[in-house]
């Protein structure tokens, strides 16, 4: 029998509507109900996933035996050194190596053969020991390349310790900072690290500077507005340390010379709400990147690209102009030319502005459906430029391109061994109609010769402007070999086609980022490619997973979602929880706009679970995940169990591990053969 969740009910008021929540005593992580209960669904789980054992393995072993164990990176240039990762069969995690760099060519490299002189700079296999989790933060060498910033995390709670390592010696320094968030950045000269600090709610607010061998650490900056996060980064060219403080919405950066870290930052343009910009250095100039359009009625949605002097960085000159079909992602200064990554039609794409005089220009790819963008470019002077690669059949690549020859150079491809041909298989790009006539993106991929319609996994996310760009998987091929058709639809919310498809899913239009998905499910249903649909996200896109699960169950064979936004509106209503006042940007504020409340209350799964029959849904989660918090999708398997029919309804925790799930990579691989083997489950495919 599943378990059953003792109901407590809590009262809350907002706007004067008065709610009942009678699992709301789920959200307290220390009480020993709590733990018993989420033990008591695992067991649960467990039970009734126990005929899958058999096939959990077999994939298990179909992923790893696909999968080169003892692999290397390319190696990346940094200075004096060739910078590369690599791993080794039977562990869990990478292995972080430099060489001396002889040459503008990479080394080749053998995997299982080390390159004389090789420098391990941190192997995380040792790191970790025996710990069940296990994570790098931060791993930044200095300038001059002689002392290393890492950072770990040992619970999945995303608060890393910071320690520095002498390369010179491999000795450790006995500097070591506690409770600090990603990132990072070393002066020019290597004395000096500043990193970021988080506050309760999980938010990065705070900057310091710490000099080596120093107790005493500088607070440099301290954000207020709790909509704000903050980081910190060295320009490419080392000449400049880059504060940047942003909103959902909103920007503001400030620089200093990197020559002078006990110097003050310099603020670039005062925040303004809804202009967004970031900043790079290019010889005598700096690049800004921003949607501050003073001469456009609606803003430069899509972004231009502008130059300003470094004297007067608040004075910008158009580079590029706002393209309302091109939507600019970034840009990345060197010494001789200028990068511009941006997304057009729905795909990603490379722009080139040669410094010697040469018209700008783009660079083509063969494939009808791809994902491109640079990669690994940490050389200011350099005439090549390391892009990486993938489609839905092309495993990810990484390519040179030289910029005096306009050659492309494949450097690696990653191997998929087991006999993989990419021939064997096909991707498509299809176009559903949702309910206002918004034509949406579908990206499908398929063996050839496989029977159609077909049962079908239809992945989705649609928040934040993150695009979910067609991508190959290894654990993928597991579906498609066994006759599944595999798509990813890019529901607006997202950003594929650009700010607007973006702007056009959050806040008070956020109900078309589900509708979207629906009306792609039926799409391929009527164009006979599916049979049976599977609805897969994880994250925001498990609020998608819960929204569809509502409002049209009766397209799906079964959900899974993954660490999901289930219990948006109570969320979002408490600003004591992490992300959450970042999050109204995104959301909007329900705490203070009845408008708000009332809309997402008529989205938010948890609220809106009623006694119509559900298909099957398996939700996985994390105790220690700090950014969707594990109640929520607990509270939400208790009240489908409590008031709705169909199901099963399952809920597997990770009891020592945070939003990305398992840290090691075998573990991650069992955990997608479990997910795998009970979606197959859902259709009848078992072998």
Same mark, same amino acid.
């Given at each position: 029998?599943?378990?059953?969740?003792?109901?407590?009910?809590?009262?809350?008021?907002?706007?004067?509507?008065?709610?009942?929540d009678e699992y709301a005593w789920l959200f307290k992580k220390d009480d020993p109900d709590t733990i018993s209960h989420l033990e008591a669904e695992n067991a649960y789980t467990e039970e009734m996933t126990g005929h899958l054992k058999k096939l959990q393995e077999t994939i298990f072993q179909e992923i790893k035996g696909r999968t080169l164990e003892t692999d290397l990176s390319v190696p990346t240039r940094k200075g004096a050194w060739w910078y590369y990762s690599r791993t080794e069969e039977g562990k869990q995690y990478g292995i972080q190596c430099r060489v001396a760099a002889d040459g503008d060519s990479p080394p080749e490299l053998t995997p299982g053969e080390p390159l004389p002189g090789e420098q391990v700079l941190l192997d995380g296999n040792e790191l970790a020991g025996d710990s069940p989790f296990f994570s790098i933060g931060t791993s930044a060498v200095s300038p001059d390349g002689t002392m290393l910033a890492y950072?770990?995390?040992?619970?999945?709670?995303?608060?890393?310790?910071?320690?520095?390592?002498? @390369?010179?010696?491999?000795?450790?320094?006995?500097?070591?900072?506690?409770?600090?968030?990603?990132?990072?950045?070393?002066?020019?000269?290597?004395?000096?690290?500043?990193?970021?600090?988080?506050?309760?709610?999980?938010?990065?607010?705070?900057?310091?500077?710490?000099?080596?061998?120093?107790?005493?650490?500088?607070?440099?900056?301290?954000?207020?507005?709790?909509?704000?996060?903050?980081?910190?980064?060295?320009?490419? !060219?080392?000449?400049?340390?880059?504060?940047?403080?942003?909103?959902?919405?909103?920007?503001?950066?400030?620089?200093?010379?990197?020559?002078?870290?006990? =110097?003050?930052?310099?603020?670039?343009?005062?925040?303004?709400?809804?202009?967004?910009?970031?900043?790079?250095?290019? =010889?005598?100039?700096?690049?800004? @990147?921003?949607?501050?359009?003073?001469?456009?009625?609606?803003?430069?949605?899509?972004?231009?690209?502008?130059?300003?002097?470094?004297?007067?960085?608040?004075?910008?000159?158009? @580079?590029?102009?706002?393209?309302?079909?091109?939507?600019?992602?970034?840009? &990345?200064?060197?010494?001789?030319?200028?990068?511009?990554?941006?997304?057009?039609?729905?795909?990603?794409?490379?722009?080139?502005?040669?410094?010697?005089?040469?018209?700008? /220009?783009?660079?083509?790819?063969?494939?009808?459906?791809?994902?491109?963008?640079?990669?690994?470019?940490?050389?200011?002077?350099? !005439?090549?430029?390391?892009?990486?690669?993938?489609?839905?059949?092309?495993?990810?690549?990484?390519?040179?391109?030289?910029?005096?020859? &306009?050659?492309?150079?494949?450097?690696?491809?990653?191997?998929?061994?087991?006999?993989?041909?990419?021939?064997?298989?096909?991707?498509?790009?299809?176009?559903?109609?949702?309910?206002?006539?918004?034509?949406?993106?579908?990206?499908?991929?398929?063996?050839?010769?496989?029977?159609?319609?077909?049962?079908?996994? @239809?992945?989705?996310?649609?928040?934040?402007?993150?695009?979910?760009?067609?991508?190959?998987?290894?654990?993928?091929?597991?579906?498609?070999?066994?006759?599944?058709?595999?798509?990813?639809?890019?529901?607006?919310?997202?950003?594929?086609?650009?700010?607007?498809?973006?702007?056009?899913?959050?806040?008070?239009?956020?109900?078309?980022?589900?509708?979207?998905?629906?009306?792609?499910?039926?799409?391929?249903?009527?164009?006979?490619?599916?049979?049976?649909?599977?609805?897969?996200?994880?994250?925001?896109?498990?609020?998608?997973?819960?929204?569809?699960?509502?409002?049209?169950?009766?397209?799906?064979?079964?959900?899974?979602?993954?660490?999901?936004?289930?219990?948006?509106?109570?969320?979002?209503?408490?600003?004591?929880?992490?992300?959450?006042?970042?999050?109204?940007?995104?959301?909007?504020?329900?705490?203070?706009?009845?408008?708000?409340?009332?809309?997402?209350?008529?989205?938010?799964?948890?609220?809106?679970?009623?006694?119509?029959?559900?298909?099957?849904?398996?939700?996985?989660? !994390?105790?220690? &995940?700090?950014?969707?918090?594990?109640?929520?999708?607990?509270?939400?398997?208790?009240?489908?169990?409590?008031?709705?029919?169909?199901?099963?309804?399952?809920?597997?925790?990770?009891?020592?591990?945070?939003?990305?799930?398992?840290?090691?990579? /075998?573990?991650?691989?069992?955990?997608?053969?479990?997910?795998?083997?009970?979606?197959?489950?859902?259709?009848?495919?078992?072998?």
């Amino acid at each position: 029998m599943p378990p059953v969740a003792k109901k407590v009910p809590a009262e809350r008021t907002h706007h004067g509507d008065t709610v009942v929540d009678e699992y709301a005593w789920l959200f307290k992580k220390d009480d020993p109900d709590t733990i018993s209960h989420l033990e008591a669904e695992n067991a649960y789980t467990e039970e009734m996933t126990g005929h899958l054992k058999k096939l959990q393995e077999t994939i298990f072993q179909e992923i790893k035996g696909r999968t080169l164990e003892t692999d290397l990176s390319v190696p990346t240039r940094k200075g004096a050194w060739w910078y590369y990762s690599r791993t080794e069969e039977g562990k869990q995690y990478g292995i972080q190596c430099r060489v001396a760099a002889d040459g503008d060519s990479p080394p080749e490299l053998t995997p299982g053969e080390p390159l004389p002189g090789e420098q391990v700079l941190l192997d995380g296999n040792e790191l970790a020991g025996d710990s069940p989790f296990f994570s790098i933060g931060t791993s930044a060498v200095s300038p001059d390349g002689t002392m290393l910033a890492y950072s770990t995390d040992f619970t999945g709670d995303e608060r890393f310790t910071l320690r520095f390592k002498d @390369l010179r010696t491999g000795e450790l320094l006995p500097d070591e900072i506690p409770g600090i968030f990603y990132g990072g950045a070393w002066s020019a000269d290597g004395s000096t690290f500043f990193y970021t600090t988080i506050d309760e709610a999980w938010r990065p607010y705070r900057i310091y500077r710490h000099t080596l061998g120093s107790d005493d650490d500088v607070l440099v900056y301290q954000e207020d507005d709790e909509r704000f996060w903050v980081g910190i980064a060295l320009t490419r !060219s080392q000449r400049y340390l880059v504060l940047s403080a942003g909103s959902k919405i909103t920007s503001e950066v400030r620089v200093l010379d990197a020559s002078d870290p006990t =110097g003050e930052f310099a603020i670039v343009r005062p925040r303004h709400t809804g202009v967004e910009y970031g900043l790079d250095h290019a =010889g005598d100039r700096f690049l800004i @990147l921003h949607n501050d359009g003073i001469l456009h009625n609606d803003g430069a949605v899509n972004f231009e690209l502008a130059t300003a002097p470094l004297d007067d960085p608040a004075t910008w000159t158009t @580079l590029i102009e706002h393209r309302d079909d091109t939507r600019l992602l970034d840009v &990345d200064a060197f010494k001789d030319h200028v990068v511009v990554h941006f997304r057009r039609d729905g795909l990603t794409g490379i722009r080139i502005l040669p410094g010697d005089g040469r018209e700008p /220009y783009e660079i083509s790819f063969p494939e009808p459906i791809y994902d491109v963008a640079p990669s690994g470019n940490a050389e200011f002077e350099t !005439s090549r430029l390391r892009l990486g690669y993938t489609s839905m059949i092309t495993p990810a690549s990484v390519y040179d391109y030289d910029l005096r020859t &306009d050659e492309l150079i494949l450097l690696k491809r990653k191997v998929v061994l087991g006999g993989y041909d990419p021939d064997d298989y096909e991707q498509f790009r299809e176009w559903a109609t949702a309910d206002d006539g918004t034509k949406v993106p579908i990206s499908i991929v398929v063996k050839k010769g496989a029977d159609r319609p077909a049962p079908t996994l @239809l992945y989705g996310y649609g928040s934040y402007e993150t695009s979910i760009d067609p991508y190959f998987s290894v654990a993928r091929l597991s579906l498609l070999d066994r006759g599944f058709v595999f798509a990813v639809a890019h529901v607006r919310g997202g950003g594929e086609m650009g700010r607007r498809w973006y702007e056009d899913g959050k806040l008070t239009r956020k109900k078309n980022t589900f509708t979207d998905f629906v009306a792609c499910a039926r799409h391929l249903k009527a164009e006979g490619w599916a049979g049976e649909v599977i609805a897969r996200g994880g994250s925001a896109g498990g609020l998608l997973m819960g929204a569809v699960a509502n409002i049209a169950p009766q397209e799906f064979a079964g959900v899974v979602a993954e660490v999901p936004f289930v219990d948006a509106l109570n969320t979002i209503l408490d600003p004591s929880l992490p992300l959450t006042v970042i999050e109204w940007d995104e959301w909007g504020d329900p705490l203070h706009d009845p408008e708000v409340y009332a809309y997402m209350k008529a989205y938010s799964p948890y609220e809106n679970v009623d006694g119509r029959p559900y298909p099957p849904i398996l939700a996985i989660t !994390s105790l220690n &995940d700090t950014r969707v918090l594990y109640h929520e999708p607990a509270k939400w398997i208790a009240r489908l169990r409590d008031r709705a029919v169909g199901g099963p309804f399952l809920l597997k925790t990770e009891m020592g591990a945070g939003h990305g799930g398992r840290s090691g990579r /075998y573990d991650a691989w069992r955990e997608e053969a479990f997910a795998l083997s009970w979606i197959l489950d859902r259709v009848g495919v078992t072998e």
